[in-house]
């Protein structure tokens, strides 16, 4: 009963101690959602899992922030950078007169840059993400979720303003609790609803943002690649977190297999599945160079993870990438 305690707890807390709803952009009906037996099987799994997520995600984040070494650049700001020697022509205003006294050079007082950068999540929770192919390797959607919430920790503890989108725009986040429990109470939210869009509405983004998408990717390419041509024209620089299960890169079965869809496709059998294996790989590796190459010539980022494997250095690399200052 881990997930109904978290989301009533997650409801309930406050500093008044009053119960309060979440307020999302779509204004729904939270009267039932804090009730058990109002969540979807999916929304309950889901909910039982996060505590673990959170926990993990705070985890990670801490170990990613361990190895990270500041980027500075100069700025407006308040927090002190450094001293450097005064060019020619340099404004009087700008020398520190104190500093300057103790040698023979006049020098100048940088701050650091402090403009925080707007950070939107999107999180596929369509149905073909709530999958793996062995019971010992979390889905798709749970390390999807866990890299989204890991993510989000280390961007804000570096001041970037965080946001979640849902299918029809912004997400505001439930009040109380750490930033980390309200975008887990939100995600449980959204799954709780079926959710058939595997890429947001580029109409909802904001210019000159960041977008960390975190999906499968099992979508049509002509719709991605639209999604990320307007991404580039208003500005925003998209990080495609591609979460892949190890079964879809290989396709490790032998003999006949039946193959059955999460999203009412119709089933599919196969014999000798086994002898379909070159070909397979080929093309599901053409397929994910075909994306990452049309991501990165849009002036966006790819990364693919695959969920028997660690977290930690697709979160290094996703770091690295979206700490750029664009």
Known sequence: MRGPSFLTAAFHRNKAGTTQAAHFATQPDFAD???????????????????DLIVQANRTAATLAAGQ???????WGDTFWQYRPAQPG????????RQSARSTHAYVRETEAESAQTILLWCDLSGSMNWQSRTNIPTK?????????????????????????????MVHLPPGGSLLERLALALVFQASTPQKNALPAAAALPRYAHLLLASDLLCETEALRGLLHQCAACGVRTHMLHIADPAELSLPYEGRVEFTGLEHEPPIELPH??????????????????????????????????????????????????????
């Open 33 to 51: 959602i804090r009730q058990p037996a109002a969540l979807t099987q999916q929304a309950q799994a889901l909910a039982a899992r996060m505590p």
């Open 69 to 75: 070494h500041a980027q500075h650049r100069a700025g």
């Open 90 to 97: 340099e404004a009087a205003a700008h020398i520190d007169w």
């Open 141 to 169: 959607q749970e390390s999807a979720i866990l890299l989204t919430l890991a993510m989000a920790a280390a961007l804000a503890r570096g001041g970037e303003r965080i946001r979640l989108l849902c299918a029809s725009g």
């Open 273 to 326: 599945v086994q002898t379909l294996r070159a070909d397979y790989t080929h093309l599901a590796a053409a397929r994910s160079s075909q994306i990452e190459h049309m991501a990165i010539s849009l002036g966006h980022d790819y990364l693919c993870h695959v969920t028997d494997t660690p977290a930690t250095p697709t979160l290094l690399a996703l770091h690295n990438l979206m700490s750029r200052r664009a």
